[in-house]
């Protein structure tokens, strides 16, 4: 689930994106250990973890070198990430960057933190939807697909059901 507001300027449009992800702070990697001077890691006492993003668009160089962007990442407890993005270029073509980008780190970080976020996480459609992912990921097969090979298999049938 994700968002995107475009936000205009007397010269210039930049966006606001929210995005909900399943993202476990155990997936995360930072290298050696050494961050840009624009990335900032902060460890909550719940043992959430937020990342903020401050700097260029486009750390590598390439596009507009004035695309500046602003992240913070709420990596939550429960394998659920929020992740609230600010930046000052327009998403279409042909529109000027802007000289802002629209939120401070520390208004990103409010929103991503912001309780608002715990229905969408929990919603049986999105808990679906990250079950589904997390079986694809670990056996390349669904669990219904995982399911009916083993049957077809002579695999001992899950707890909880019967063969027919």
């Known amino acids: ?6 936000v205009g300027y007397g010269a210039g449009t930049g966006n606001v994106s929210v995005t909900v992800d399943n993202q476990s702070w155990d997936n995360i990697g930072w290298g050696d250990g050494t961050l840009p001077p624009y990335i900032t890691i902060r460890n909550e006492s719940d043992g959430s973890h937020v990342v903020i993003y401050d700097g260029p668009m486009w750390p ?3 596009g507009d070198p004035t695309g500046k962007r602003l992240e913070a990442t709420w990596y939550r407890t429960d394998g659920v990430a929020v ?4 930046i ?3 998403t279409e073509k042909g529109a000027t960057t802007a ?3 629209p939120l401070t780190a520390n208004q990103a970080e409010h929103i991503a933190m912001s309780p608002v976020w715990n229905p969408a996480a929990a919603a049986a459609g999105y ?4 079950n589904y992912q997390q079986a694809v990921a670990g056996n390349g097969k669904g669990d219904a697909e995982k399911a009916k090979a083993e049957a077809a298999n002579g695999a001992a049938t899950p707890t909880g ?4």
């Open 60 to 62: 590598q160089g390439n």
């Open 99 to 101: 000289s802002a980008v």
């Open 88 to 90: 000052n270029e327009a």
């Open 161 to 164: 059901t019967a063969k027919h």
């Open 83 to 86: 992740t609230v993005m600010g």
């Open 127 to 130: 808990q679906g939807w990250l």
């Open 1 to 6: 689930p994700y968002a995107v507001l475009k």
